[in-house]
């Protein structure tokens, strides 16, 4: 025998979805941020406002002098400077008739080496190492470490012989053996072409040093202003350091 239940019938509520709607409250949106703005007007620089900002004509532009050629009114232009040689006192045409004057072994000027300098000594010195060098003999250290040498060898030799009245200083005696190297330096290009250790390069040999050995002696007697009577001795001494040079071009 079969039971039968009463079932209450299912109400749905009314509305969208069937959920309960819930009101919200209306939110209030803050207003942008905006900068508080200075008082002073007329620095647009300074106002956030770039569209509405008037551009101020009080501004003048910067004056940097007076003249065209000055540079902020401190000093004169580019055009007064001196050549970069000249500031650390290598002097060209010095270093060039100097060395002219060694060319020329009958007609030397002593004026022009009063002055003394070691710029032109370097240049020779270098040079003659850069034709050893092009033989295939590195002598750089050799050379001024014998260059050094020698101005001390000449040095005591002179003002031993000349006594009291000796005046010839070592940053001259240096000087004046580097420019009378220059005979070397046109040996060691000239032995380039040459078989080395042969009659032909120690005959050019001999010719160059006392081509060398009499500008410096008579440099040295006219520039010290005594040793004329010890001119064959201070000749020796010069031959004996242009000597040593010349065996480093034949061997």
């Known amino acids: 025998m079969e039971k039968q239940f009463n079932v209450p019938p299912v109400v749905f509520p009314s509305g969208s979805g069937g ?3 819930q009101r919200r409250a209306p939110t209030t949106v803050p207003p942008p941020f905006q900068p ?11 106002s956030f406002d770039v569209g509405s900002a008037v551009p101020s004509t009080s501004f003048s532009n910067p004056v940097f002098g007076a003249n065209s050629g000055t540079i902020g009114g401190y000093g004169s232009g580019f055009d007064d400077e001196l050549p970069l040689l000249e500031e650390l006192g290598i002097n060209t045409r010095q270093i060039w008739k100097k060395s002219t004057s060694i060319l020329n072994p009958f007609r030397v000027n002593p004026n022009l080496h009063e002055d003394a300098d ?3 000594p370097f240049l020779f010195l270098m040079a003659f190492g850069l034709f050893q060098l092009l033989a295939g003999k590195l002598h750089f250290g050799i050379l001024l470490g014998w260059v050094t040498v020698a101005s001390l060898f000449l040095y005591v030799v002179f003002n031993m012989l000349a ?3 000796g005046n010839l200083d070592l940053y001259r005696c240096l000087s004046l053996i580097g420019y009378c190297m220059l005979p070397m330096v046109i040996l060691s290009a000239f032995a380039l072409f040459l078989p080395q250790g ?4 120690m005959g050019m040999a001999g010719v160059f040093v006392l081509w060398s050995t009499r500008v410096c002696s008579r440099l040295l007697v006219e520039l010290a202003s005594c040793g004329d009577e010890h001119r064959g001795l201070i000749a020796y001494a010069c031959c004996l ?3 040593l040079f010349s065996l480093l071009v034949i061997f």
């Open 163 to 165: 006594g009291k009245n």
């Open 241 to 243: 350091i242009y000597v």
């Open 118 to 120: 070691l710029s032109g």
């Open 36 to 46: 508080p703005r200075p008082a002073n007007n007329n620095l647009p620089f300074m």
């Open 198 to 201: 042969g009659v032909i390069v």
């Open 19 to 21: 959920l309960p709607q």
